[in-house]
């Protein structure tokens, strides 16, 4: 394979995480906006706040050294938001706040991580400019 097919892969792959990321914030914004409550989006927000610089690795977890609970890192992020104590939710919780959230039929969305950084993102950006407006 030449450098220039591996560069027009890379380019495709790029566009391909990019999409999946628009499409996440704007399922993100719309779940914060219609569906979610205050308490879970506070939740969300801090959780993102103390996670800093290791909240990408989140969303990439093959890039990542940081050991995760037995929910995953994507899991993790959707613990905390829907308990105050995220170290006991169960799986079961996970999967339902997905399906609720996101859709049974989009299941396979779980596992896109570009997808799933957006949601939360765009979710966070609706949380705050509804806190500013408060």
């Known amino acids: 394979m030449s450098q220039v097919d591996v560069a027009r892969l890379r380019k495709s792959l790029e566009g391909s995480e990019a999409e999946l ?16 409550e205050a308490p879970q989006l506070k939740r969300l927000w801090k959780y993102r706040q103390d996670a800093d610089e290791y909240w990408t ?12 609970s037995h929910l995953g890192p994507i899991g993790t992020v959707i613990a905390a938001i829907v308990s105050d104590d995220p170290e006991e939710v169960e799986p079961n919780e996970i ?13 396979t969305l779980y596992d896109e991580g570009e997808f799933m950084r957006g949601f939360f993102e765009g979710a966070i950006e609706a949380w705050e400019q509804a806190v500013s407006m408060m």
């Open 95 to 107: 999967s339902e706040f997905f399906d609720d959230a996101i859709g049974e039929e989009n299941v």
């Open 57 to 68: 690795a989140h969303f990439h977890e093959e890039n990542s050294s940081i050991q995760w």
């Open 21 to 36: 990321y628009r499409e996440g914030r704007v399922e993100g914004f719309d779940w914060a906006s219609k569906i979610a």
